[in-house]
Nanobody, 124 residues
Framework: QVQLVESGGGLVQAGGSLRLSCAASGRTFTSYAMGWFRQAPGKEREFVAVISRSGSMTYYADSVKGRFTISRDNAKNTVYLQMNILKPEDTAVYYC?????????????????WGQGTQVTVSS
């Protein structure tokens, strides 16, 4: 079992920044690729970013490429999502997830464990 707890969400104005954190406990953190997903009101949950076990490979959704950066600190069992130049359309609940299979999966069904989510609201 892996427990994931997100933090760092909040209310920010358009153009601002936030950094989300996801702390993992349980099984070996480096056994998992780590991803971020988000779900906006009335929409399906969608892929945002993923980072490989070592941190050497990252992938991003086109909608956040160049604005968001995913990183991980394996010594702290934590994955981060730095979000810059935020837009109102980035408003969503953000979830981190852990995948035991695959280098950088981008589909939800590839993930074994999920956090509870943290709300990000971007005002215009």
């Amino acid at each position: 079992q892996v427990q994931l707890v997100e933090s760092g969400g909040g209310l920010v104005q358009a153009g601002g920044s936030l950094r989300l954190s996801c702390a993992a406990s349980g099984r070996t953190f480096t056994s998992y690729a780590m991803g971020w997903f988000r779900q906006a009101p009335g929409k399906e949950r969608e892929f945002v970013a993923v980072i490989s076990r070592s941190g050497s490979m990252t992938y991003y959704a086109d909608s956040v490429k160049g604005r968001f950066t995913i990183s991980r600190d394996n010594a702290k069992n934590t994955v981060y999502l730095q979000m810059n130049i935020l837009k109102p359309e980035d408003t969503a609940v953000y979830y981190c997830a852990a995948a035991s299979v695959g280098v950088g999966p981008r589909t939800q069904r590839a993930y074994d464990y999920w956090g509870q989510g943290t709300q990000v609201t971007v005002s215009s």
